[in-house]
């Protein structure tokens, strides 16, 4: 694995002790901290880090104010004894909330999130997709993809001439790593591979090397409605 670079911003120098402490317990991680928020951004502006760990109460400034100025190719992890800020936080399309206190087990969980984001935004230009099937990384092309289904908090994504993979990600997460000139989603549980699309009906579809039928949602029929009109024009 590729060495992570991350950046870390929380004005309590015992907080980010932790962070530094878990960082060298997990490998593979390049990290520099920053008690001073103002000079972390400054920091993360000029060096791009894959990831940032920010804290959101801080010395007056308010790190979800920061997070909106994050360069787009960097991820974020909030860390921050303030629970109530969870929603906002995601709104801002956090990979992960860790709550202090936070043990390494739970800090493990968000730093592999966001390194198969990492991942995958480093291998989209191969066109690959990295998920995580039980404790490892698996990588696959994405032009191998059938369609992926829902299973609850899981994913089972579909390949041609191989059986499924279960994923440790679920369909909201996957939805937004697949590109979307190439995937469509037509049911709550269901994504598909356009170029792979055979036959179809109001409510179901057929996928070339596929014997299952899937079913169109209604929710989802216009976006389906509207790819077809672009297809054929």
Do not use: W
Request: glycine share 4%.
């Amino acid at each position: 694995m590729n060495t992570i670079s991350c950046i870390a911003i929380d004005d309590e120098p015992m907080a980010l002790l932790v962070i530094e402490s878990f960082c060298a317990r997990k490998k593979g991680i390049s990290l520099s901290t920053y008690s001073e928020p103002n000079i972390g951004m400054e920091k993360i502006k000029a060096e791009k880090p894959d990831l940032v760990f920010l804290d959101i109460e801080m010395n007056g400034v308010n790190g979800l104010d920061i997070a909106e100025e994050l360069p787009e190719e960097c991820c974020l992890i909030f860390t921050t004894a303030h629970a109530q800020y969870a929603l906002e936080g995601f709104n801002l399309d956090a990979v992960d909330f860790l709550h202090k206190p936070f043990a390494y087990e739970r800090f493990e969980i968000a730093i592999d999130k966001a390194i198969r984001r990492i991942n995958n935004r480093k291998a989209s230009s191969s066109k690959i997709l990295v998920v995580k099937q039980q404790y490892n990384n698996v990588n696959i092309y994405m032009k191998d993809i059938l369609y992926v289904k829902a299973l609850g908090n899981y994913c089972e994504i579909y390949r041609n001439k191989e059986s499924c993979i279960i994923s440790r990600t679920n369909l909201k997460t996957l939805r937004e790593l697949l590109p979307e000139d190439s995937f469509l989603r037509i049911h709550r549980s269901y994504i598909v591979a356009k170029d792979k699309i055979e036959k179809f009906s109001k409510t179901q579809l057929k996928l070339k090397g596929c014997k299952e039928l899937l079913p169109i949602g209604e929710s989802y029929s216009y976006q389906f409605e509207n790819f077809l009109k672009e297809s054929l024009s």
